[in-house]
């Protein structure tokens, strides 16, 4: 068959950076980088393009071995714009026999998917403009792709040496500073670092998209913010990522981190409000670290990212957290709080323990977790749990419950009468913490005559 080669076309898109309009085809850098060899071609499937997007790191989105670079004119918004431009080329493998129209319906869904992505990284804060250019091998006869090559083009402002000079010069430094500090602490510094008076909100609203023309110039808007925010989170270990969304009617963009697991807002840009001049008059803690129930009151995040920010449920407690589960009306020992009365709720025990349920979990003995009304048996198990931070665990015994269902039944008495018995070796190491009412040390006639006791006289405690 006779094969011809198509032309490279290019897609008009929106960039999503404030939602300015990127021009692909009319940007002088643009068409000075496609009409070069790749010096790299990397080989792979479409999922295997979105998967590089999603893993790779800033460093490498940017390194200059595999992208075409130049210094030159970008159209941002119809306006010429100096820009740092790079362009990475891919080679589709598993495309072969798309049609024209299939092929470029495919273009689209890269584009968007890819950009979506990048919304989440660094590459928010810096870029400029996006572009997307395909080209292929065709077969004429039916015409379908034998080959596809995608080139993506990121335009920025500040280059990879810009970005190295914040790392090397103000970034890593000033973490040094915090080495020593608690977990909370050094996120307090971070805050005040931010919002001392160094920084000032752009009121004008000039989108720099460079990070590095904030530390020079001393001014940014939430993009610029939320951007050095995270290059500090990357050199302090913290997975992060961006927000992006509205205050009120306006477009924002803040940061997410992770710790231990568990997501948290920080918005330090709406930590410092600012005066006509956009200079910080105070610095709070209304956003540092906190739930998506307190980041709601005034932002609403893209739908995109509504699953992962539901997941933020806790604020983080800088201050007056306890330190270990109370002792006061129950006996702990050995890792065990005993002397739990029969049919005791959860609830009840929170406030006879005045326990706050932001940092003390009870789970059966599956681990589930329990609600006020539940009923406690033996073998729950009490967790206190700072942020992340399991500091305390104590097993739950309740007095004459063996089977840990919080009651007295049939089901104990053969339990205990196994255990003095001796007919069963399993259940007594399991089940002896439970069966030693008298807690002289072992499980004897004396305790059994107390079960019988106990299983006619029977009050429910609830809170």
Not at 79 to 102: G, K
Not at 104 to 119: R, W, Y
Not at 281 to 308: G, W
Not at 316 to 329: K, L, W
Request: glycine share 6%.
């Amino acid at each position: 068959m006779k094969k011809t080669r198509f032309i490279c076309f290019c897609l008009a898109l929106w960039m999503c950076i404030l939602a300015y309009p990127a021009v692909a085809s009319d940007s002088p850098a643009y068409k000075q980088l496609i009409s070069e060899k790749p010096v790299h071609i990397k080989n792979v499937t479409v999922d295997g393009l979105y998967g590089f997007y999603k893993n790779a790191s800033v460093k490498e989105i940017f390194s200059l071995k595999e992208n075409n670079f130049t210094k030159g004119i970008v159209n941002v918004g119809g306006v010429p714009t100096e820009c740092y431009v790079y362009m990475r080329t891919f080679s589709i493998t598993d495309i072969s026999n798309y049609t024209t129209e299939e092929a470029k319906m495919l273009a689209d869904t890269m584009f968007a998917e890819v950009k979506s992505i990048l919304s989440s990284t660094y590459v928010k804060c810096i870029a400029r403009s996006y572009s997307i250019s395909v080209s292929g091998t065709a077969d004429k006869e039916n015409n379908t792709y034998k080959s596809y090559t995608v080139r993506f083009i990121i335009a920025t402002g500040e280059s990879n040496e810009e970005r190295a000079e914040v790392l090397s010069s103000l970034v890593r430094p000033t973490v040094s500073l915090w080495e020593g500090l608690t977990e909370g602490e050094k996120f307090i510094k971070l805050n005040e670092f931010l919002l001392n008076g160094q920084f000032s909100y752009d009121m004008e609203f000039v989108n720099r998209s460079s990070v590095y023309a904030f530390i020079t110039g001393k001014k940014g808007v939430c993009e610029e913010y939320a951007g050095l925010t995270a290059l500090f989170l990357d050199e302090m270990g913290y997975e992060n990522k961006f927000i992006t969304g509205t205050v009120g009617t306006t477009k924002h963009v803040w940061n997410l981190v992770y710790i231990n697991g568990r997501p948290y807002h920080l918005d330090i840009l709406h930590n410092g409000p600012v005066d006509e001049n956009g200079i910080h008059t105070q610095i709070t803690r209304d956003f540092l670290l906190v739930s998506t129930d307190v980041a709601a009151i005034n932002r609403i995040p893209d739908e995109k990212y509504r699953d992962e920010c539901e997941k933020a449920v806790y604020n983080y407690v800088f201050e007056g957290a306890p330190t270990q589960i109370p002792s006061e009306f129950f006996h702990v020992e050995n890792g065990m709080m005993s002397r739990i009365p029969l049919s005791s709720s959860v609830g009840y025990i929170k406030t006879l323990l005045a326990l706050d349920g932001r940092f003390f979990t009870f789970t059966d003995k599956d681990g589930a977790v329990l609600s006020d009304s539940s009923i406690v048996g033996s073998g729950c198990t009490l967790t206190l749990d700072v942020n992340g931070y399991v500091l305390q665990t104590l097993t739950l015994c309740v007095s004459g419950d063996a089977d840990g269902d919080g009651q007295i039944t049939d089901s104990d008495i053969n339990i205990i009468k196994s255990i003095i018995l001796r007919k069963d070796a399993e259940s007594s190491q399991r089940y002896s913490p439970f069966c030693d009412i008298n807690e002289d040390g072992a499980v004897t006639v004396s305790d059994f005559f107390t079960f019988s006791k106990l299983k006619d006289s029977i009050v429910t405690y609830h809170g």
